[in-house]
């Protein structure tokens, strides 16, 4: 557990970079501070290892007072990443992950060896140990940076806006990495952001700080979203925050409608039957193996021939789907929006179709969860 008590930081040109802040960041958690630019997220996180001092107020570390503790040693102890990485550019990939084990006195091989594994662990080749940094793409080298502040198994870490620098799918990749470790690791992360939507995905909980280095909200992201405390944090966190609240929302209790599904073997009149009397504009085509093939219209099927298959149509593309055990409401609402027929079509771990979903229920699963 970190905790800040009344800790401010006033910089000798009389900025006032944090204003009193009090919090508690849980252990084994992610705690996300995310601000407008030089609202000081960036001095709060560097108090905690005493890169910062700050000007008044404690701040403690599982309950010891951080300026008891030498700040040499402190740092060790803690895992810090930064933008762009920060590697050592003239040393290799395997050098920089061992750095803060080889300061511990570690010997070489097992340092190293230590290295290798972390390599592994972030996702990296071990084949790519001997190369420098510049050797490696932006999405790389943040993996290096994060194996690194991980080398000495240092139960917290720091995190100032490690993925900013790199191009959105990556950035996503790296992001969806970090969860998957914490869930392994469990460390006491604390991750500084500019961007929303990446402390909704990460975070626990979420520090909103506001201009002046003043703590404006501070708690899970859902209540964040659901409940933002004025209008500052009501704009930070964005005028969509509605669509955003729902991916805590699995879309597994949608209703699925199995009597607009067909395959490609199935006569164009029971389609046209079935969608007439279950007033829907669209019928889905699928496989023997349930895979989705694209849409049909009502209209299509009103026009074409009796007698022929569905198979012999052609069909507007099925768009995005979403997987019913594992997605979000979010997903299915995506799905909705993204495919030609405005429906959702709910898929099972192996891409087989379950269903459709309506946008009917789709409404009604929605309404229900903003109660
Ligand atoms: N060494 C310094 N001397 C004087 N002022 C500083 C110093 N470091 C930071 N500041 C000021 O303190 C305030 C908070 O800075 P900080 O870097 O903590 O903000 P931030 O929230 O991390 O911003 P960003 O999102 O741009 O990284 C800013 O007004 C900044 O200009
Ligand atoms: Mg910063």
Redesign the pocket.
Known sequence: MITFEGAA?I???G????DELDLTVETGRTTV?V????????????MINRM?EPTRGTIRVDGVDIREQDPARLRRSIGYVIQQAGLFPHRTIVDNIATVPLLLGWRRAKAKARAIELMELVGLEPSQAKRYPHQLSGGQQQRVGVARALAADPPVLLM??PFSAVDPVVRAGLQEELLRLQRELRKTIVF?T?DIDEAVRLGDRIAV?RPG?RLAQYDTPERLLAEPVDDFVESFVGYDRGVRRLSFFPASGLSLRQDVVFDTEDRVERARDAVASGREPWALVVNEGRVPLGWVSARQLAESPAGITLGTLELAPYGHIFNVATDSLRAALDAAVLSPAGRAVGVDPDGAVLGVVSQDDLGTAIWSVSE
């Open positions: 930081k910089y000798p040109d900025t006032v970079a944090v501070f601000g407008p630019s030089g609202s000081g997220k960036t001095t709060s996180l560097r910062v100032d806006e500084v500019h700080f280095g």
